[in-house]
């Protein structure tokens, strides 16, 4: 960004340039209020859970994983948010300030390893593109990573020869971290895993991996798409190099929404692919550019407030709910369904049992009927709305349990399908 704008946008933030500009916003009010939760009757507490998203009855929502729907105080949030920019033609970057602090507590990171990007690729591309390899140096994946995993560093194969290691997640930490620990050469130079793997909801175990880099001065990348918001965690905690999380999916935030976290002494070894006004000082041309010295370098251009603040927004209600209450929701409905579903003739669960090994998403395939056919009938049947499993052939569908959903909707999913036959 040039000193000319800066100082004006500094001057504009005080006020001192005239302009009245929105750098905080009203608490949101009286929406999101949940009543105390009373052990001896959960599900009241659920149903105003419920109750909380707009999201219609009509569809039994079990596709968090692909997308997650926003609560009303997360909705209300990026409307006041936008109307109240928009009045006055501003872009609210100084909104983003008190986001970040609440992003950061939720991941168990600094304010300053927080960069807020459009979603989980993203962040996984700033990370394929941005780390300094040479061709022929090695970077280990799991086949079963999504695209917005796995495509960023195929690219990055293309354009500078890098050499792709994949391993095929097991059902168990020991074994998938034996299965990391074979792959590695002395050219590897860094590791990536799906905290949860978007096909069949494995649970990575990052805490032992992120050891086992530490040891071989490996770079450890998590794509963390599906476990922000899904369980609590601290990145301090597991001590990975890099993070990416999504925030449309398990944490509720609005669309387009996602978080990459580098960790503050790690900043320096990603090059931005990316800048522009925010990433750093450049005061005259020609010039050298000087970064941000926080995650910030990757926040180029203009961005949505509304959004961002939306995001926080979604962070907040979690946190009213209570995060482990919702990772403990999410796994005794997935064990309820797998209850369910395990006598089931014809019916193969492809998620591995291990409390450690997974988590709020189950996915099962059908003897009876592919996945396709599969998908159709639950949805005509009963509204039941799964995602489709077509990676690596498993012909499967996968069910995400997450705060909204009731027992009584895996009840119904159970019976449907028992009745394919
Ligand atoms: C593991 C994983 N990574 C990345 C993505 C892509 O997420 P986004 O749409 O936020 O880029 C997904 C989406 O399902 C995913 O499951």
Not at 391 to 420: C, T, W, Y
Request: include cysteine.
């Amino acid at each position: 960004m040039s000193l000319d704008r800066r100082t004006f946008l500094r001057q504009a933030s005080l006020g001192a340039a005239g302009v009245a500009v929105v750098t905080q916003l009203p608490a949101a009010e009286a929406a999101g209020a949940l009543p105390a939760f009373d052990d001896r009757e959960p599900e009241a507490f659920w149903r105003a859970v419920r109750d909380q998203f707009p999201l219609t009855r009509q569809l039994k929502y079990f596709n968090t994983g692909g997308l997650g729907p926003a609560s009303s105080p997360v909705l209300a949030k990026v409307a006041e948010v936008t109307r109240q920019l928009q009045e006055r033609s501003e872009h609210g970057h100084a909104l983003h300030a008190g986001a970040r602090e609440v992003l950061a507590r939720f991941l168990g990171a600094e304010p300053g390893e927080i960069a807020f990007v459009r979603n989980a690729t993203e962040a996984n591309g700033i990370i394929a593109a941005g780390l300094r390899l040479a061709p022929g140096d090695e970077v280990i994946f799991e086949t079963h990573a999504h695209p917005g995993g796995s495509f960023p560093w195929a690219q990055q194969e293309t354009v500078r020869g890098l050499k792709l290691k994949l391993f095929d997640p097991a059902d168990t930490a020991a074994a998938n971290l034996d299965r990391i620990a074979a792959l590695i050469t002395p050219r590897t130079r860094v590791v990536q895993v799906s905290h949860v793997t978007a096909p069949t909801g494995v649970v990575m175990p990052v805490d032992a991996i992120a050891r086992l880099c530490r040891e071989r001065g490996l770079w450890f990348h998590i794509d963390g798409a599906q476990s922000a918001g899904m369980f609590p965690f601290s990145l301090r905690e597991i001590g990975c190099d890099s993070f990416a999380a999504s925030g449309h999916k398990w944490m509720g935030g609005p669309l387009e929404t996602g978080v990459l976290h580098i960790r503050r002494d790690r900043l320096n070894d990603v090059a931005p692919p990316l800048v522009g006004a925010y990433s750093g000082d450049l005061d005259f041309l020609p010039g050298e550019l000087r970064l941000a010295p926080t995650a910030i370098r990757h926040e180029y251009g203009t961005r949505s407030a509304a959004a961002i603040v939306g995001l926080a927004e979604a962070v907040k209600f979690q946190e009213r709910v209570g995060r482990e209450r919702i990772a403990a929701r999410g796994r005794a409905l997935i064990a309820r369904l797998r209850a369910g579903l395990a006598p089931l003739p014809g019916v193969e669960i492809l998620t591995p049992a291990g409390a450690a090994d997974s988590a709020a998403m189950l996915t099962f395939r059908h003897a009876k009927l592919g996945y396709t056919d599969l998908f159709s009938r639950l949805m005509k049947d009963g509204a039941f709305r799964c995602r489709p499993v077509s990676e690596q052939k498993l012909n499967a569908l996968r069910v995400s349990a997450h705060l909204f959903n009731s027992p009584a909707e895996i009840d119904g999913l159970v019976a449907a399908v028992r009745a394919v036959g």
